[in-house]
């Protein structure tokens, strides 16, 4: 049974950073393709960053480029996002995505499991 748990969500001023993790059990993680999604009020459910950790493979949204940082720790099954130089426009319930096997790609419909999401709130 895949099971996708995110923590570290908080609230936070502008300019701030936070670490988010996601433990993940119930399928091979050190060769699956991992993302952080996030979705705000109103908004479709857009991809921030994805790793696959077996080629050395990420990928980030333009937005976040120079400011978040998406890796895993093979040991103990998590992936974290290190977010720096928050800003208002992050502000959103993040997700944690899993696909085992097969490629890696920035769209939600790609992934197959899904946690319940972190809320992140920066304020200005």
């Known amino acids: 049974q895949v099971q996708l748990v995110e923590s570290g969500g908080g609230s936070v001023q502008a300019g701030g950073s936070l670490t988010l993790s996601c433990a993940a059990s119930?399928?091979?993680?050190?060769?699956?393709?991992m993302g952080w999604f996030r979705q705000a009020p109103g908004k479709e459910r857009e991809g921030v960053a994805l790793?696959?950790?077996?080629?050395?493979?990420?990928r980030y949204d333009a937005s976040v480029i120079g400011r978040f940082t998406i890796y895993q720790h093979n040991a103990n099954n998590t992936v974290y996002l290190r977010m720096n130089s928050l800003k208002p426009e992050d502000t959103a319930m993040y997700y944690c995505?899993?696909?085992?096997?097969?490629?890696?790609?920035?769209?939600?419909?790609?992934?197959?499991?899904w946690g319940q999401g972190t809320q992140v709130t920066v304020s200005s």
């Open positions: 119930g399928f091979s993680f050190s060769d699956s393709c």
């Open positions: 790793i696959k950790d077996d080629i050395d493979f990420t």
């Open positions: 995505a899993a696909k085992p096997g097969g490629g890696c790609a920035l769209g939600a419909l790609f992934f197959d499991h």
